[in-house]
């Protein structure tokens, strides 16, 4: 089974980014863990970066035809993308929002997400941790799915 993860805007910038509130590792550091942490839970990883909302969009379109399932960090297109959301409730297949920072605790923009209602679920302030989190919940998520199947 193959997940895809998605970075909207901004997050190619990691480690030079506001490092006082997503610390100070690169992207490509934190996708070489998780792809770590995928091949000894089982999965194949993609890895998709873009900061344009229709490159999300077209990746999210794709994954539909080969990924179990997504975990997607949208960045500031979570607060007020329709076309996301509405690409995210077209897919059918799951997909887990996260957040590197506690968007409950920033600026009021930020505590209003898009997306959240057609996701199946979101995990928000454990800094790089929130992708491994993502990954066990889809996991969980798959297990069981494939227990009902
Ligand atoms: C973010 C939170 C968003 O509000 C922000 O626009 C980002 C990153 C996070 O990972 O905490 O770009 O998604």
């Not at 995210?88 to 605790?105: L, Q, R």
């Given at each position: 089974m193959t997940i895809m993860v998605i970075n909207g805007p901004n997050l190619n910038l990691l480690g030079e980014r506001?490092?006082?509130v997503y610390g100070g590792e690169t992207l490509q550091s934190i996708n070489v863990?998780?792809?770590?942490?995928?091949?000894?839970?089982?999965?194949?990883?993609?890895?998709?970066?873009?900061?344009?909302?229709?490159?999300?969009?077209?990746?999210?379109?794709?994954?539909?035809l080969n990924c179990a399932g997504i975990i997607l960090n949208a960045g500031a297109y979570t607060h007020y993308s329709y076309a996301l959301r509405d690409a995210?409730?077209?897919?059918?297949?799951?997909?887990?929002?996260?957040?590197?920072?506690?968007?409950?605790?920033r600026e009021d923009f930020r505590k209003n997400s898009v997306i959240a209602p057609v996701c199946l679920g979101s995990i928000s302030g454990f800094g790089k941790y929130s992708y491994a989190l993502a990954l066990i919940a889809l996991d969980y998520y798959l297990g069981e799915k494939n227990e009902r199947d």
């Open positions: 506001e490092p006082n863990q998780l792809a770590e942490k995928a091949a000894g839970m089982g999965y194949e990883i993609e890895f998709f970066q873009s900061n344009s909302e229709g490159g999300i969009i077209d990746r999210l379109q794709e994954a539909r995210i409730a077209a897919v059918k297949i799951p997909v887990v929002e996260v957040h590197m920072s506690n968007v409950d605790s």
